[in-house]
């Protein structure tokens, strides 16, 4: 008897360590996207989130964020792939906020251009770099996960499984005690989730994505192939009297066929079926399992069936035990209204919270009202509620200098604009600085430079209210008569009051006509509006609106660094930019050096590789058609020239006309 009951004992301990080894430590989250996923860690806008945002998120009731990181990006390439210190000093503030407010975080390598079947050092990249992140991370707590890789795609699972296996060593080799995700190839399918090796590591949770019909989750987009752009108003559930007839860019593709038979795909009960797949999977395993990504893009889609969807897919996942983290907090698949400047107190989609089953806050009607007190512009990182923009002019444009800044750990670097390039940030929502000029406040900066003759414009820009309107200009010009170009720090205090009316640009020259509107303020810009700035190099700091002359010159000496200055100078040049049919890329070499050469878009996805060898030194130029891997054309929009010459990385943003 005792026996029995002792066998009892062993079955049912079994049973119950079998149910926790089954349950993952989060239940549901977000994916924050476009905040890591760049194309170096010097092109990270750090400020876009702030620990405010992660206080947001888990008062939806969230207890997991999924980073997305261009984690490739951070490090200075092959071969050594050494990760750049300043990617640890922005990440391990995100995981410090996580770890103070008991979210878990997961660092997802997003990599998403180093696909197997493009990358044959893939291998070595996931080890390298994985190796070192977990050696940065190991003693913090276990609120952080660790994504070997992004939706691996090119080859086979099995053999993605075997290299995944690789990075797992790799991992393990420093680092024991954090969880690590891992995932199938075929982009983190479902169906290929029971072809991954039997991997013997306990401290793995697997993810796959879910984003099906496709035809109704991916209406409107352009990077399927064929392009959905011209699709929209897919319902769902299928109803056959709302169908939208097949766009005709369409006929005959895959789409098309999707969308007769949308009568079956369309369904509930279908998109169970296929979750259903991962179900058994995890039952058959026995092992940890999370939806990493589902979702539907907004412009093209119906509210009420996107909210639907989220509710069905979400709530299912949760009745089989399977955590989720949508695809996105803001952004194409976000929480936010279509159109919206996504602020979190005005602007969530309450339908879809709702669906999703997170708590809604009360939600209000935003008014722009006038700002009354000064703000930061930029000091070390761009100011609350701004974002970096500007015409590159192909300059080389640093917010993260750490060339002598005069405050705090950086300042902003500005080199070789062409004329009429510019630097600065957009105001979202817009600032009515109305009040602050009537008060008299004023522009506040430290500025220096290293070329005498020097001229440029400090510019605000406001908002084209409707087509009878333009975005007009209020300029101040910098020259000598205002600061010395002798290498040293200098103040400039500009009220606001002294600025002129500089006319606009809106696809034609409009003269000046006192119509600009500061209660509607758009923009800030540094712009090279007098001269072409090639060879010259700029530095600004603590960059703010304020009614008193405070600032202090702190960094004394003279920056004398010429062969950095003049390496920076001469590194790239991408002109024509903006960019309509070709442009031409050029660089100097100082000795004999590897380049790569690529274009990227906004995702920091390679879209055109141009160069990968070994040159000599000397001047070197390359030609671009704004054609892609593939030959086509690429669409409208913001780009990324990435050249890398001996693992340092130089970065140029690209506008296609």
Request: charged share 20%.
């Amino acid at each position: 008897m005792k026996k029995i009951a002792l066998l009892f004992t062993c079955i049912v301990l079994t049973a119950l360590i079998s149910v926790v080894k089954a349950q993952t430590p989060f239940s549901r989250g977000v994916n924050l996207t476009g905040w890591f996923q760049t194309a170096s860690a010097h092109d990270i806008q750090f400020s876009k989130y702030t620990k405010k945002d992660f206080v947001n998120i888990k008062s939806l009731g969230c207890d997991v964020i999924r980073l997305p990181v261009n984690l490739f990006y951070m490090t200075n390439g092959n071969p050594d792939y050494t990760v750049d210190p300043l990617f640890y000093d922005f990440m391990d503030q995100a995981v410090s906020w996580a770890e103070e407010l008991q979210i878990y975080l997961i660092l997802d390598n997003h990599s998403t251009d180093d696909i197997a079947s493009k990358n044959p050092n893939l291998e070595t990249a996931l080890t390298k770099v994985w190796s070192q992140v977990a050696m940065h991370y190991k003693d913090r707590s276990s609120y952080i996960l660790y994504e070997v890789l992004n939706e691996p795609n090119g080859l086979t699972t099995s053999a993605w499984g075997a290299i995944q296996q690789k990075a797992i060593t790799a991992i393990r080799d420093v680092d024991t005690k954090h969880t690590v995700v891992v995932g199938p190839s075929g982009w983190n399918t479902y169906s290929e989730l029971n072809q991954l090796p039997y991997y013997t590591d306990t401290n793995l949770l697997y993810t796959f994505h879910f984003y099906d019909p496709f035809v109704f989750t991916h209406q409107g987009a352009s990077w399927p192939s064929p392009s959905m752009t011209s699709l929209a108003n897919v319902p769902f559930p299928y109803n056959a009297s709302a169908m939208p007839t097949v766009p005709a860019d369409l006929a005959g593709t895959w789409v098309a066929g999707s969308l007769n038979n949308y009568k079956n795909e369309g369904t509930v009960a279908k998109v169970k079926s296929l979750i259903d797949i991962a179900v058994a999977f995890k039952t058959a395993r026995n092992v940890n399992l999370y939806c990493g990504e589902f979702g539907v893009y907004i412009p093209n889609s119906n509210n009420t069936d996107r909210a639907y969807w989220y509710g069905q897919v979400s709530s299912y996942l949760q009745s089989k035990g399977i955590a989720w983290t949508t695809w996105d907090y803001q952004g194409g698949f976000g929480l936010f209204n279509k159109g919206s400047n996504q602020q979190f107190d005005y602007d969530l989609n309450v339908p879809l919270l709702n669906a999703l089953g997170l708590t809604v806050p009360p939600q209000q009607v935003y008014t722009l009202k006038p700002d009354s007190v000064g703000f930061d512009i930029y000091t070390d990182y761009t100011g609350e509620n701004m974002l970096e923009s500007g015409a590159n002019g192909g300059a080389a444009t640093d917010f993260y200098s750490d060339s002598k800044p005069n405050n705090g750990k950086y300042c902003l670097s500005w080199r070789g604009s062409s004329q009429y390039g510019s630097v600065g940030v957009d105001f979202v929502p817009d600032k009515d600085l109305s009040k602050l000029r009537a008060q008299n406040y004023a522009l506040s900066m430290l500025v220096r430079g290293n070329t005498p003759g020097t001229k440029f414009d400090l510019r605000f820009m406001d908002t084209k209210k409707d087509a009878s309107d333009h975005p007009w200009r209020m300029n101040f010009t910098i020259d000598e008569n205002t600061v010395k170009w002798d290498g040293k720090w200098h103040k400039v205090f500009i009220p606001l009051t002294r600025f002129v009316d500089g006319g606009s640009w809106d696809n034609g020259w409009f003269n000046p006509t006192g119509a600009f509107d500061w209660s509607a303020t758009d923009r800030f810009e540094i712009v090279a509006e007098q001269m072409n700035m090639t060879g010259k190099t700029l530095w600004f700091d603590n960059i703010q609106i304020s009614n008193i002359d405070s600032a202090q010159v702190y960094e004394s000496s003279v920056f004398t660094d010429i062969r950095r200055m003049q390496s920076d100078d001469l590194l790239l040049r991408v002109f024509p930019n903006p960019v309509q049919n070709s442009t031409e890329i050029s660089y100097t070499l100082t000795g004999d050096e590897k380049v790569d050469v690529g274009i990227y878009n906004l995702n920091g996805q390679k879209v055109r590789s141009l160069l990968s060898a070994r040159q000599s030194s000397g001047n070197h130029l390359l030609a671009w058609n704004a054609d892609s891997d593939g030959g086509s054309r690429l669409s409208k929009g913001i780009y990324f020239c990435r050249v890398i010459i001996s693992g340092q990385i130089t970065v140029v943003k690209v506008i296609l006309l």
